[in-house]
């Protein structure tokens, strides 16, 4: 396993506030898109995570990364022609629903 799946297996989620496997299955999925920017974007996400991880990285640093990429991420859904505004607005669906409501929670 990565680093980064490790990483959020490890997470105490008493509340059952995250989704894990939804989280990694948006990350993998967004990795495998056609989309240059949906590709970074679910590559620096799962970069900052493993920082996190290391402690390279502070949760306040994290959350303010991540906080940055769903504003880019909704500015690039607007611009984005049909065919690849749907895996753009899936990655800052998930950004915002798994990442920012649950996993901040726990970090």
Do not use: C, P
């Not at 991880?53 to 909704?74: C, I, N, P, W």
């Not at 607005?89 to 798994?98: K, P, V």
Request: without cysteine; aromatic residues 6%.
């Amino acid at each position: 396993m990565s680093k980064f799946t490790d990483f959020i297996d490890g997470i105490v989620d008493e509340g059952k506030i995250l989704a894990k496997g939804e989280l990694k299955k948006l990350v993998a999925d967004a990795k495998k898109e056609k989309s240059d920017f949906t590709r970074l974007q679910a590559e620096n996400l799962e970069r900052w995570t493993v920082m996190l991880a290391e402690g390279d990285l502070t949760s306040k640093g994290y959350k303010k990364l991540v906080r940055k990429m769903e504003v880019l991420t909704q500015l690039e859904v607007i611009k984005l022609k049909v065919s690849a505004k749907a895996s753009a607005q899936r990655l800052a669906e998930g950004i915002q629903s798994l990442i920012i409501n649950s996993l901040f929670a726990l970090i």
